[in-house]
Each structure stands twice: as C-alpha cells, then as structure tokens.
T-cell receptor
C-alpha cells in the first residue's frame, strides 16, 4: 500500500530561521514527487516536481531534494509570507496517481 | 484569468439530499480530478477522468458519481448526502501526468 508521511505536522519559525520539512514515502514505481503550497481557504498551488534521486530544485527561499525514500523541502531565511501548509505528493504506485501527505503547517513569526 | 473554477464555494445539505458540484477548466487540460480534504488526512482522490469520455474510481469513491461532460467540465454528484461527506472538495486538472496539477479554490460542504 502506498504511504506518505510528512513531518513535522506543524512548525513555528522566527523570521530568518532556516529549517527543513520531511516527506517520507513508500510508493512502488515512483514516477515523480510533487510539492505544493496551500494557503488557508485556497486550493494547493504547485511548487516543484522532482523525478529522480539526487535531483534538486529551487524557487526563491525554497529548495526541494529527493532521495529514494524521502524528500526534503528546505526553507532558507523564511519570511512571514512563507507561512502556509506544504504538501508533498509522490506520483506512481498501484493507481499511478498522486498520493498526498497530510502536510506540514508552517508558521513564520516576524 | 485561466484556471479551474468550482461552484458553489459553500453548501449546507441535509442528510439524504442530493447535489452536484461543478468544475470547469479553460486550460485545455486532458485530465481532471476530484479530491476531498479532511483535517489530518490530506487530499484523497474520489474520482478522476484521464481524458474526455473516461472516468475511474479513486481511493474513496463510495457515495459519489461523476460526469465528464466535455473536455472542460467534470462534475461530482452526491446522490444521498451523509454527514461523513462533510469536507472540502477540490477539483484539479493537468495537461498530462508529470506536470503540476492546477487546483480550484474548493467547495466547503457541510451535511447536517
């Protein structure tokens, strides 16, 4: 059975305090892994797709990395506007669809 | 603006009532999806349509039906609503699987 676990469930950071979010997965036949950002009351917004172990992608203060068993979303010197829930979603598995994690709720305090 | 449009944004139903959630995209995407999001459980796939004219069950299809009306529109129907269907429903579309999905802004449904 395809499984995705994100940790921590919630994270509070001071502005400028760097940290990492984790996404551990067990998905057969992984074809890619997606990261999304979700603001309260809105739909998820696409951030990155990673396709193979060792791949990295960056966007502003965010950098996503991928290994064979997990993905990390590194946040460097975060700002309050980075506050959101971050979702990871491996793509593949028995249904060949996205399997979403339950997310990490990030709060960045000024 | 191009994107995915969902209607209604909010709905309250009584147990046993029926309703249809509407979704339309104007990006010429091939595949469309319906998800539900519940606290602590992430997004779960209800039904999807890989292309116009096809639909398939996802992880949690019971109590729902879908119609891919044309390439733009994908509707989700609750025939007899139950309190367990209280959730936020998201529609999404993608041109093909390895691109990022575009999500609508959601429908918040409460069944009392």
């Amino acid at each position: 059975e395809d499984q995705v676990t994100q940790s921590p469930e919630a994270l509070r950071l001071q502005e400028g305090e760097s940290s990492s979010l984790n996404c551990s997965y067990t998905v057969s036949g992984l074809r890619g892994l997606f990261w999304y950002r979700q603001d309260p009351g809105k739909g998820p917004e696409f951030l990155f797709t990673l396709y193979s172990a060792g791949e990295e992608k960056e966007k502003e203060r965010l950098k996503a990395t991928l290994t064979k068993k997990e993905s990390f979303l590194h946040i460097t010197a975060p700002k309050p506007e980075d506050s959101a829930t971050y979702l990871c979603a491996p793509w593949g598995g028995s249904a060949r669809q996205l399997t979403f994690g339950s997310g990490t709720q990030l709060t960045v305090l000024p | 603006n191009a994107g995915v449009t969902q209607t209604p944004k909010f709905q309250v139903l009584k147990t046993g009532q029926s309703m249809t959630l509407q979704c339309a995209q104007d990006m010429n995407h091939n595949s469309m999806y319906w998800y539900r999001q519940d606290p602590g459980m992430g997004l779960r796939l209800i039904y999807y349509s890989a292309s116009e004219g096809t639909t398939d069950k996802g992880e949690v299809p019971n109590g729902y039906n879908v119609s891919r009306l044309n390439k733009r529109e994908f509707s989700l129907r609750l025939e007899s609503a139950a309190p367990s269907q209280t959730s936020v429903y998201f529609c999404a579309s993608v041109i093909q699987g390895d691109y990022g999905y575009t999500f609508g802004s959601g429908t918040r449904l409460t069944v009392v």
